[in-house]
């Protein structure tokens, strides 16, 4: 497993796309913020403006909005990271190991980890930098507040990474699960289920979704908000992390 991990950490500190992804990011979100500024108008109907929110509120305004670039990120990065080693035929070298097929998926899962958090990290950081730039606003709003948003949203976007990786394990080609990923992140599949509920019944199971999650702005002050949170995070997460494990488990690798 510690040797897995070696490889794989070597592999994504060495990465250059990644680095090319970040960058690119960075860039994008700092215009976006410079776009929004010039666009900017009251609405007359008390909501605050943008270049008053603060980093907390600025994140759910932005995450809220369809497509999400992060998630869009995600999805390439995790297909790119786990189909560059399976189409380079490495993982033969160490796949008759005992285990190496579990630990290798546990491996990846959570190298999609640290992508995730590094995401969320260079997102406030080009926050930070387009909000001071051009809204003469740094305000991060209330610790705890700001603590459990950041937190809840890493353990959504890193389920949603387990999500893709799933999905690219059953795929096994590049472009296809990319698409995948960019349809699963534009909510395609939360947005058509929650019409057909609005149809059928009164519920709202729909909101327990994974994307529908992560786009819906909750009050992080109350205890249902975290706990529907952390729930939907943790349930999708550990699914398929079970569900990748046992596939790899059981794949014919040729």
Known sequence: MINLLKMDLNRFFTNKIMYVLLLVFIACQVFGIFMLKQY????????????????????QMMLSQTPSWILMY?????????????????????????????????SKILMLGIFTLLMFFI?????????????????????GYFARLVAGQILLHWAFSVVVLCAAMLIKNAIPSIVTGIILGLNVIGIAAGALESLISDTNLTSYLLVNTIVSIKDFNHTADVIHVAGVAIIFLVLFSILAVKYKMKEDLK
């Open 40 to 59: 900017e108008q009251p609405d007359g109907q008390g909501e605050v403006l943008i270049s008053n929110m603060n980093e907390s509120e600025f994140i």
């Open 74 to 106: 995600i999805a390439v990065f995790t297909v790119y990271f786990y189909m560059s080693e399976y189409n380079a035929g490495f993982y033969k070298n160490y796949i008759s190991i005992k285990n190496a097929r579990r630990n290798s998926v546990i």
């Open 123 to 143: 997102m406030i950081i080009a926050d930070l930098i387009g909000r001071s730039l051009f809204f003469q606003n740094a305000a991060f709003g209330g610790f």
